[in-house]
């Protein structure tokens, strides 16, 4: 199966000037919760007849798939104004799974189910206020809580690698780093899944996902009758009438972001034999806008097209992929 990407960053930040998928190292305060829930869907370049009389010709074993998508939900507590717990469920769906060995082609329909839950822990161990830089560690574990029952349509049971769920226990841990600028926030995180044996007695692969985001908060209007004192300003002044501030008696904040999102991940294992078609790594620019409405609910969408992607054996290409969230902070 392609390579995952961003499956185990599923909460990103929950404030107006933060990314979508990078983990930002800011932290709720003391007692405040937020709750999320959003959809993640990647397209693929999905092998087609003759690309499959290609490869069974060669005689190679690899995967092929049309998208796959993922809904989630996240919840996250201020333990401490610089401790989070954050709880992510998600709901897995991948669609089209084709797979060849030994010169045949078995279609192995959809694979659809509750994913692997995963608890972190995000700790701020750095908050210099004067020069805003922050950073926090990250440290968890998923849990084999998701599905590993899907058949194809003659009753046997999909590979591990192609379940919604797991059925190993894997710790998480990564660091999370921010630094907030006048009118930009920049935001990087590291996370990277221990992989352990699961269902099947197969190792699905470590996963390491590092994230890069650059937020702007679009401020208010601060030219007066069209007098800007510089061009910085006047763009703050486009930006500003372009996305207003107030509509129908709600108070509105808005947010660009531009992030760069890449996952490796390695060749799933079975008895020490690993699959040469399985893992490797993909990069991805995403571009998007959050909306605040009275500084409590939250929508973020994002885009994403492949920039980088270096898949072991063959697989085929990830196309474009599409992320969007809402957000309720009590």
């Known amino acids: 199966m392609a390579c995952a990407c961003g499956g185990h960053s599923l909460f990103g930040g929950v404030g107006l000037a933060t990314p979508l998928i990078t983990v930002p190292a800011h932290t709720l305060d003391r007692g405040q919760f937020a709750l999320s829930t959003g959809i993640n869907y990647q397209n693929f370049h999905e092998f087609g007849i003759s690309d499959f009389r290609r490869i069974n010709a060669r005689r190679e074993h690899t995967h092929s798939l049309s998208s796959q998508m993922q809904v989630f939900m996240s919840a996250a507590y201020g333990v401490t104004d610089d401790i989070d717990i954050i709880v992510t469920y998600p709901f897995n769906a991948t669609y089209g799974l084709l797979t060849t060995f030994q010169g045949i082609t078995i279609d192995d329909g959809n694979s659809i189910g509750l994913g692997d839950m995963n608890l972190i822990t995000k700790y701020r161990f750095l908050n210099l206020e004067e020069s805003g830089f922050s950073a926090a560690l990250l440290g968890g574990i998923k849990f084999p809580t998701g599905s590993t029952s899907e058949t194809n349509e003659f009753g046997f049971a999909l590979g591990a690698d192609d379940q919604p769920g797991t059925g190993s226990y894997d710790p998480l841990f990564g660091l999370a780093v921010s630094k907030v600028f006048d009118t930009f926030n920049l935001d990087a995180n590291v996370l990277y899944l221990l992989s352990t044996e699961g269902f099947q007695d197969v190792i699905a692969g470590d996963v390491l996902n590092f994230n890069l985001a650059l937020s702007y908060a ?71 806008l959050k909306l605040a409405i009275n500084e409590r609910f939250i929508w973020a969408m994002g885009v994403s097209f492949p920039m980088i992607q270096d898949l072991n054996g063959t697989q085929p290409d990830a196309g474009v992929a599409l992320s969007s969230n809402i957000s309720v902070v009590f």
């Open 218 to 288: 679009i401020k208010e209007d601060v030219c007066e009758l069209g007098n800007c004192p510089s061009y910085r300003e006047k763009f703050h002044s486009y930006l500003s009438k372009l996305f207003p501030s107030k509509v129908l008696g709600q108070d509105l904040a808005w947010s660009l972001f531009t992030e760069i999102n890449g996952a490796w991940q390695e060749k799933t294992e079975f008895q020490g034999i690993k699959d040469d078609s399985h893992g490797g790594m993909i990069i991805n620019w995403m571009n998007g």
